[in-house]
């Protein structure tokens, strides 16, 4: 055997063990399926649990106030409060004092992917249930199912919105665009580079948990996954999964699919944000967090490597037609046109700009800069491991854009924050803004509108 040969055989029995992940099990498939299945009441358990301690999970939705298409938003503050404290006793302890008492909420550390050590991907039980219906694959995992509540997550099927016909509004004919119907409902719509395009991102391919070999979570051997079936509609219905590029397995984070509307006017694209283009994350998403960035298992699962000059592009071409929704009470910089807003969402608006310090990273009028932050949570908790993920600095991390931000719960880069609410009381606790109760609804009331 020639030195080539024996450096790629090397190579490919490192990868597993430099990565993480588990060496493929020697027992067969029907013995897999049967023990893995007998594990998964007991970390559905484990997670149920953990949710339940964490969060208020009722069912309590905002009065006046929908996503685009009519979907309730859920309001008030979910995170739990450590017994005997108070946010407004808690806003006034320095961050050391909040970590030397343990009073930081549990609900603000990392949340843990449903099973956190067997990680991949993992759908909403109602994009499951269409999916299968439109085209008859099957995106259930027989070793665990999704964990948060409907009520909780983004409408669906969401609209649709495209830069170039903004006169059509919701373009979607409130159906999820799948590989059945993305013709009859674009044809006339969309020229054929943008058409092929948006045909290969409802197209599956080959994924880690999903595809035709036994070293797999689907039932059935199975076509795989599609760019859509994360990011139905062009935006996304939460679909979870755990980061391929960090390492060891605990320090992985759960992933929040972002919505790709409002794509181009981004910058960095990626679980780390090392891909600077849409091109970049279209051309390498399927060979990295598809395999959770194991060339190996790429190789072997089937791995579609797709042509830059025509796939990729068509492909990002429709993605960078994905518009934000409708904000009619937003002029054209963004701001709130005065005799459209409420006194609330003005007031909002002030402490926006003002005191709650946010634009300092979400600029006006799409409400990013394009950067990555480190806001060093980290500073509030002692590092704990909580069912397999380890609490600890999280790094950097990319200012999504606002604009439609209601339509998007949960929030931050990992779901931890299940509603706007949440997400003022966390930002006041990290940046020690001490914004009182009247700013903080206020607050709430102007993100709502943008």
Known sequence: MNRKVLFAAGIAMALPMLSGAQVPATEDFATLTKRLQADKPTFAQRQQSLLAERYDLADRPATGTTMSRGKPVQEGVRVKLPSGTS????AALSPEEVKERQLWPAGFLPLPHPHHEAGGMIFPKFLIEETKQQTDR???RFDLDFDLPDHLLPEFPAPIYLTTRPDLGDVSQGKLVTLSNFNDIFKDILNPKQLEGLRLLVTPFPQQQFNAIEDRRSLKPSQGVACFDCHANGHTNAATHTVGDIRPNEHRHRIDTPTLRGLYVQRLFGSQRALKTVED???FEQRAAYFDGIPA?????????????SQVHFMAEFQALLDFPPAPKLDVFGKLISAKASESELRGQAVFFGK??????????YYTDNLMHNLKVE??????????RKASADGPIKTF?????KDSPPYLHDDRLLTLDDTVEFFNLVLELKLTEQEKQDLVAFMRVL
Do not use: M, Y
Not at 87 to 90: D, F, I, M, S
Not at 401 to 405: A, E, N, Q, S, Y
């Open 87 to 90: 946010w407004e006793n808690l």
């Open 281 to 283: 994350f279209t051309e």
């Open 401 to 405: 854009p606002l604009r439609g931000i």
């Open 356 to 365: 709650g310090q946010c634009a300092s990273c979400h600029a006006p009028p």
């Open 379 to 388: 500073r509030f908790f002692n590092e704990v491991t909580i069912n397999g």
């Open 297 to 309: 298992d790429a190789a072997r699962k089937g791995t579609n490597v797709l042509e830059r000059g």
């Open 138 to 140: 099957d995106l259930t």
